[in-house]
T-cell receptor, first 111, second 115 residues
Framework: EPEVTQTPSHQVTQMGQEVILRCVPI?????FYWYRQILGQKVEFLVS????????KSEIFDDQFSVERPDGSNFTLKIRSTKLEDSAMYFC?????????FGSGTRLTVV | GNSVTQMEGPVTLSEEAFLTINCTYT??????LFWYVQYPGEGLQLLLK?????DKGSNKGFEATYRKETTSFHLEKGSVQVSDSAVYFC??????????????FGQGTILTVHP
């Protein structure tokens, strides 16, 4: 069964550093998403991406965040200057119709 | 906007007990409804879904019925196992406007099943 692959599974970074979280969505899916889950809390929408541009972003997704699909297969989330409160599990997902497939997540720890 | 409300957890049960996790929603249009499960240290897995009113989603002994009149999608299982211990998320998918396709999650319910 096709999978969404996320790397790394765990990343520790110092406050103020830039991080890039990587995802390989399912190849025939057209819609791509990033969600995050702060420890013990609900899963929150960050951004959706379609046709090489952002289609919607949440209020969490401020100027410190960006997404890119640089080569037609990878889908990345960049946080320019990490803050302690960015510590969370970040999930990538791709969708065809209403069929979502989530990656296993990247646990980001900002110290 | 859309919202999903789940019963407060955590829920602790003995093996073979009956499980109900309540979920209600507010949405415009006719959303599809989902239950996702997250096992310790893992990502989100789709457990079951229902796409229209009165549909029943089922998987691995779990069931949930899309009730439009009560805007609910309660999760049930007749006999839980220790291996069902996980966090369960109710969710809906937006079906209109610029938010089409966005998932809105409930706050999650931690289920612990003891032998």
């Amino acid at each position: 069964e096709p999978e969404v692959t996320q790397t790394p599974s765990h990343q520790v970074t110092q406050m103020g550093q830039e991080v890039i979280l990587r995802c390989v969505p399912i190849s025939n899916h057209l819609y791509f998403y990033w969600y995050r889950q702060i420890l013990g809390q609900k899963v929150e929408f960050l951004v959706s991406f379609y046709n090489n541009e952002i289609s919607e972003k949440s209020e969490i997704f401020d100027d410190q965040f960006s997404v890119e699909r640089p080569d037609g297969s990878n889908f990345t989330l960049k946080i320019r200057s990490t803050k302690l409160e960015d510590s969370a599990m970040y999930f990538c997902a791709s969708r065809l119709g209403d069929g979502y497939t989530f990656g296993s997540g990247t646990r980001l720890t900002v110290v | 906007g859309n919202s999903v409300t789940q019963m407060e957890g955590p829920v602790t049960l003995s093996e073979e007990a009956f499980l109900t996790i309540n979920c209600t929603y507010t949405a415009t249009g006719y959303p599809s409804l989902f239950w996702y499960v997250q096992y310790p240290g893992e990502g989100l897995q789709l457990l079951l879904k229902a796409t229209k009113a009165d549909d029943k989603g089922s998987n691995k002994g779990f069931e949930a019925t899309y009730r439009k009149e009560t805007t609910s999608f309660h999760l049930e299982k007749g006999s839980v196992q220790v291996s069902d211990s996980a966090v369960y998320f109710c969710a809906l998918i937006s079906t209109g406007g610029t938010s089409y396709g966005k998932l809105t999650f409930g706050q999650g319910t931690i289920l612990t099943v003891h032998p």
